[in-house]
């Protein structure tokens, strides 16, 4: 099936990212077709973002606002003192629909494959459909799409396992979100060793909490069924098995990408390495930068054509200071990775007893590299010893790289 109508932009895949350019890229007045595999449907995933990074738009689409947010490295709570949001994803899909308007034509399909046509492309579909367009955006997230996003030394992954449930008692405080909790009395330490985890929980109002066993970052990533077991065993140890569970939730994805090289493709969201390295966040981020990355595009594209304007949008997407960032960033990667698991409780102690403008700038997507690596020093020398050591190693010992783009943010 060939269609002869020529779009500006064609945007590979209908999640918040891709969405969000495509909709920013039709309220600068260009055609774009969106092609996923799905009609429009509420984004699967359970969205959480520190509620004063979301952009405004996203914030008439809320379900929920913390202000009780805290920490668990030890017994006592750790009160973050940040509110934090949850998406309603109906909703956020329906304010992107509206703001992308008529110009946005979301067409079914799987792209397999995008050929150079004269100044523009020609994308297939895996169904024999043919798209013409003068650019395409690859916003496939971090499996699909047509652009593979480097991950040094292999994907390190961000994994949980979660429940969305109804409890006799509540199994984290009512009111309130716990952003991490590393306790685990119930688990033997070699295990905890082996493979640190720790609860994410949200209170979503009466007897229904969000509960999520998660492992920050591990290479290999932790499997499905030992989270679930986690989940469980955390669970029971507390007295707060759930009465009846809606759903259930996997996450599984990426944390360590690279800056893009820049490629004939542009991209979006996780496919352009878009996730924080430290964190796994990006869905704030991707609203945040829309607007700018779309207007730099359709500048581009009215004075210079499709070259120029994939080649704007990456610069708008991945400034020199942002790639010096993410090597900084990756650093930060490295060492958790080289952290022995009973250390990490230890470590985020230190880090959250951080100056909390430098702990939000760590987590933050836009911080310079100078600034991550500032932090990461200080954070050193206020960790205890058995933290230390493993950091340094990571740091400046196993990777010689990471020593000259720590020393190179340093100035
Ligand atoms: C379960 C889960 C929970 C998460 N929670 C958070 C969170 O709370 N906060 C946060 O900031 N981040 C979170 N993340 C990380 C990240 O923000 C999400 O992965 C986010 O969904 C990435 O958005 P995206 O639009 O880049 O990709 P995706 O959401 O993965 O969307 C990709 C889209 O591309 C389509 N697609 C793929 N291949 C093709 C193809 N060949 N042709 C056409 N379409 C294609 C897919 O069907 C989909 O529509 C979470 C990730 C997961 C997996």
Do not use: K
């Not at 405004?56 to 009160?79: F, I, K, N």
């Amino acid at each position: 099936m060939h269609s002869d109508t020529r779009t500006d932009v064609l945007v590979v895949g209908g999640g918040p990212a891709g969405l969000a350019l495509a909709a920013e890229l039709a309220a600068c007045g260009l055609s774009v077709r969106l092609v996923a595999p799905h009609p429009p449907r509420p984004f699967p995933a359970t969205y959480g973002a520190w509620l004063g990074e979301l952009p405004p738009l996203a914030l008439t689409c809320l379900t929920e606002v913390w202000s009780d947010v805290r920490v668990y490295t030890g017994e006592q709570p750790t009160p973050l003192l940040r509110p934090y949001a949850l998406l309603d994803n109906a909703r956020l899909l329906g304010a992107l629909l509206a703001r992308a308007g008529r110009a946005l034509r979301w067409t079914v399909g799987t792209v397999r494959g995008a050929q150079r046509e004269g100044e523009g492309w020609t994308v297939h579909g895996a169904g024999g459909q043919t798209w013409p367009t003068r650019l395409v955006v690859d916003a496939g997230g971090h499996g699909g799409g047509l652009i593979r996003p480097q991950h040094p030394g292999g994907a390190a992954l961000q994994t949980a396992y979660g429940l969305v449930a109804h409890f006799e008692q509540p199994p984290a405080p009512p009111g309130g979100m716990v952003w991490m909790d590393y306790r685990a009395p119930h688990l033997p330490p070699a295990e905890v060793q082996a493979a640190p985890t720790f609860l994410y929980a949200m209170h979503l109002g009466g007897t229904r909490y969000l509960v999520e066993e998660t492992s920050l970052i591990a290479r290999p990533g932790l499997t499905r069924a030992r989270l679930r077991e986690r989940l469980h065993a955390r669970l029971a140890a507390q007295g707060t098995l759930p009465r009846e569970t809606e759903a259930e939730e996997w996450v599984a994805f990426p944390m360590n990408a690279a800056a893009p090289a820049p490629g004939p493709l542009l991209a979006y969201g996780s496919a352009a390495g878009l996730v924080h390295p430290v964190s796994g966040f990006q869905l704030a981020d991707a609203l945040c930068r829309a607007p700018g990355v779309a207007q730099a595009v359709a500048a581009a594209l009215a004075a210079g054509g499709p070259q120029a304007a994939t080649q704007a949008g990456w610069a708008a997407l991945w400034s020199p200071e942002r790639r010096a960032a993410r090597e900084v960033a990756l650093i930060g990667v490295d060492a958790l990775l080289a952290l022995p698991g009973e250390q990490l409780p230890a470590f985020f102690a230190a880090f959250f007893a951080l100056p909390a403008a430098q702990w939000h700038a760590f987590l933050a997507p836009g911080t310079d590299a100078g600034t991550l690596a500032r932090t990461m020093l200080r954070l050193f020398a206020h960790a205890p010893n058995p933290v230390r050591l493993p950091l340094a190693q990571a740091a400046l010992g196993q990777v010689p790289a990471s020593g000259r783009a720590l020393r190179a943010a340093l100035g």
